[in-house]
């Protein structure tokens, strides 16, 4: 309905596992971003993507990997995960430079680590 | 580093009462300001933002904001509350990035609830 989707909406994943979380963007825009909202903290930017160029890395661990293939698609590759990485992982788009568009949310994805 | 504040973590209202959400800004230049919704186990919805132009700004649902650069202030605001704007709001600042592009900064959230 937000014309950005994210896949799968719920995912449980072993600590061992690999696993990769999608978004698509259906708006036109040339930039998309990962934010992590976990329980009673704020949310959190991960990683900012524009102009399918990674433009900010907020400090994130290596186990977190995003993957920008075009303007239209944002992927988060997940190993070897923590606990306390489990959260909602959402995605988002802007269109860029323009600081006055506001930017658009997908559902998110329910991640638990087991 | 420019950052937004929401000082409440809840809100309770009474439906038909007029609620306030707060927020403050703190940003260097001219501020471009938002608010979002979030339902539970939803992604973020807009509400409504400031660019330039008219202090009060007009958005979904019935809200409104208010910006004041005297008080650094962009409160959200809706004349008769319902049970369904239960729900948490997050105030967002536009921040620019030195690598290039913008991004967003959220407050850390208020939740609303509305009872009858």
């Known amino acids: 309905e937000t014309g950005v989707t994210q896949t799968p909406r719920h995912l449980v994943m072993g600590m061992t596992n690999k696993k990769s979380l999608k978004c698509e963007q259906h708006l036109g825009h040339n930039a998309m971003y990962w934010y992590k909202q976990s329980a009673k903290k704020p949310l959190e930017l991960m990683f900012v993507?524009?102009?399918?160029?990674?433009?900010e890395n907020n400090s994130v661990p290596s186990r977190f990997s995003p993957e920008c293939p075009n303007s239209s698609h944002l992927f988060l590759h997940l190993h070897t995960l923590q606990p306390e990485d489990s959260a909602l992982y959402l995605c988002?788009?802007?269109?860029?430079?323009?600081?006055?568009?506001?930017?658009?949310f997908g559902q998110g994805t329910r991640l638990t680590v087991v | 580093a420019q950052s937004v504040a929401q000082p409440e973590d809840q809100v309770n209202v009474a439906e038909g009462n007029p609620l306030t959400v707060k927020c403050t800004y703190s940003v260097s230049g001219n501020p471009y300001l938002f608010w979002y919704v979030q339902y539970p186990n939803r992604g973020l919805q807009f509400l409504l933002k400031y660019i330039t132009g008219d202090n009060l700004v007009k958005g979904s649902y019935g809200f409104e904001a208010e910006f004041n650069k005297s008080q650094t202030s962009f409160h959200l605001k809706k004349p008769s509350a319902l049970v369904s704007d239960s729900a948490l709001y997050f105030c967002?600042?536009?921040?620019?990035?030195?690598?290039?592009?913008?991004?967003?900064?959220f407050g850390t959230g208020t939740q609303l609830k509305v009872e009858l």
């Open positions: 993507y524009s102009l399918e160029e990674r433009v």
């Open positions: 988002a788009s802007s269109q860029q430079p323009s600081g006055g568009t506001e930017a658009f």
């Open positions: 967002a600042v536009r921040v620019t990035l030195t690598g290039g592009g913008n991004k967003l900064t």
